[in-house]
């Protein structure tokens, strides 16, 4: 049987027929704040969250252009990292209970494969896809979602801060450490300096103890990735980045690149690279294809690592890095009617940070 067996002093999980608010993509580059039906009470292991920020990421702009990567049907509730308060809970539920400040993994895995099993959620062989992007996402005032995929966050972080764990910190939190294997005393290049996981990547590596080079577009952008502990900025308009990288390091090059623009940067990435050195993608903004030196490749024995998303350990891992006194950059915060215009900041490649819808 399912059912809520618990709700928030003075406020009911949503009634039948109750109505909501929810962005809505309702075709490419067109998106409606719309009155849709609430959702019923959460199933025995769901819970109910009621959304109180999201975050925005360069995936949410590749949806609104309408460049899925798989099959889906408008209209799609848009959003695809959040932050809310748990208002019920069904009657399988024990981990989490009403009150509870929460983010959520926003990817539908199954739970049940491998991959799922030994923790490796963004590898699940049966994801049915990711909120907002895919299916349904965060954009809502009142969410159901599988208990399992609940996060709790610290008290002392805030929920706009939080709604960066899910994609921004996360992403680089597998990065780097999963992936590239980060060590302290390294020296790292870090492209796109100025994007959400740009700041949140020259932000974990400063922690750790390493060098950081960065690249940015303008000088604004210069002075402010230089006051968020960057030992060394460079301007990619001004300036070609792998000759300045070259010489910065004595020409021995960087032990990581952290890769997420595509083929603009990706082979000057792996020319600033040490022998061995390591290189981690995550993103192609600027085009999906490169033409690679395989010469160089096995010559300099280059490590290259894909990543995509991360897994639920690593928003445990970004929450309590976020306690510790490591918060997001945030570029601007937008309220919900806004969203429309956040992307557009976005997609303008004028931010610097992370932007926020608040509801």
Known sequence: MTGVIETTVGERAAAPHATMRALTLV???????????APPPPGADEVQIRVKAIGLNHIDVWGW????????????IVGVEAAGEIVAIGSNVTASKVGDRVVVYGAQTCGHCKACREGRDNLCENVEGIMGFHVDGFA???????????VPVPNDVSFRDAACAPVAFGTVQHMLFDNAKLEAGETILVQAGGSGIGTTAIKM???LGCTVITTVGDDDKAAKAKALGADHVINYRTERFEGVVRKLTAKKGVDVAFEHVGPDTFNGSLLCLKRGGRLVTCGSTSGQSITMNLFQL???QYRITG??????RNIHESLAKMASGLSPVIDTE???ADFERGLARLESRQV????IVNF
Do not use: H, T
């Open 205 to 207: 590596a400063k922690a």
């Open 352 to 355: 610097f940070g992370k932007i």
């Open 65 to 76: 252009r309408g460049m899925a990567f798989a099959k889906r049907k408008l209209p799609l």
């Open 27 to 37: 075709s490419d580059r067109k998106i409606e704040l719309l009155d849709v039906p």
């Open 334 to 336: 937008v309220a919900l």
């Open 140 to 150: 809502r005032d009142l969410v159901n979602m599988p208990a399992r995929l609940v």
């Open 298 to 300: 096995y010559l300099q």
């Open 307 to 312: 990543s995509f998303g991360c897994s639920i």
